[in-house]
T-cell receptor
Framework: EAGVTQFPSHSVIEKGQTVTLRCDPISGHDNLYWYRRVMGKEIKFLLHFVKESKQDESGMPNNRFLAERTGGTYSTLKVQPAELEDSGVYFC??????????????FGAGSRLTVL | EDQVTQSPEALRLQEGESSSLNCSYTVSGLRGLFWYRQDPGKGPEFLFTLYSAGEEKEKERLKATLTKKESFLHITAPKPEDSATYLCAHGVMNSGGYQKVTFGTGTKLQVIP
């Protein structure tokens, strides 16, 4: 079974530029999550898709971040325009658990974003 | 705000020297306490889920336990390959019926041969 795939693995951009991160979840997993780890801090929740719908986007830092999940398959996270504080590692995770079920997440390797 | 606090931040052990990692949480309505392992350059990898106080789970040299406010990850006779960052997380149901998982900052474990 293929795992969760993320790309790019590392992106270096200038402040003000745009970056798009992509996540391919495990096939058949309806739940897709984005998390972010900023240097020295904990892994923080950004948002949760159930199929193509945003179920919880309470962790999105501001409107410079836009997440989409086309047809309930892969997801993209766009940062536009990028700021220095957006630097960190962005993790995607997926799960097949539904309502009222404990949520074991399978993570991708992460996309490291460096904003200069 | 729900919080997960892990200690120590870093731990250095000699091979074979047993120890425990601590995770304390402040949340009501816990629906799962999770332990993950993370190696450098990789995403977190699931280890255990605990649901209720008194529950224990084991995998090789690792044993996780849960009380009402804390969880411990006991490492017995560790080997260098156990070196990693160990993450604790808790799950709480949101208003939509889905579980939101919140992570601690982790304990970085180094096992010296």
């Amino acid at each position: 079974e293929a795992g969760v795939t993320q790309f790019p693995s590392h992106s270096v951009i200038e402040k003000g530029q745009t970056v798009t991160l992509r996540c391919d979840p495990i096939s058949g997993h309806d739940n897709l999550y984005w998390y972010r780890r900023v240097m020295g801090k904990e892994i923080k929740f950004l948002l949760h898709f159930v199929k193509e719908s945003k179920q919880d986007e309470s962790g999105m830092p501001n409107n410079r971040f836009l997440a989409e999940r086309t047809g309930g398959t892969y997801s993209t996270l766009k940062v536009q325009p990028a700021e220095l504080e957006d630097s960190g590692v962005y993790f995607c995770a997926s799960s097949d658990r539904g309502l009222f079920r404990a949520n074991v997440l399978t993570f991708g390797a992460g996309s490291r974003l460096t904003v200069l | 705000e729900d919080q997960v606090t892990q200690s120590p931040e870093a731990l250095r052990l000699q091979e074979g020297e047993s120890s425990s990692l601590n995770c304390s949480y402040t949340v009501s309505g816990l629906r799962g306490l999770f332990w993950y392992r993370q190696d450098p350059g990789k995403g977190p990898e699931f280890l255990f889920t605990l649901y209720s106080a008194g529950e224990e789970k084991e995998k090789e040299r690792l044993k996780a336990t849960l009380t009402k406010k804390e969880s411990f990850l006991h490492i017995t006779a560790p080997k260098p390959e156990d070196s990693a960052t160990y993450l604790c997380a808790h799950g709480v149901m949101n208003s939509g019926g889905y579980q939101k998982v919140t992570f601690g900052t982790g304990t970085k474990l180094q096992v010296i041969p």
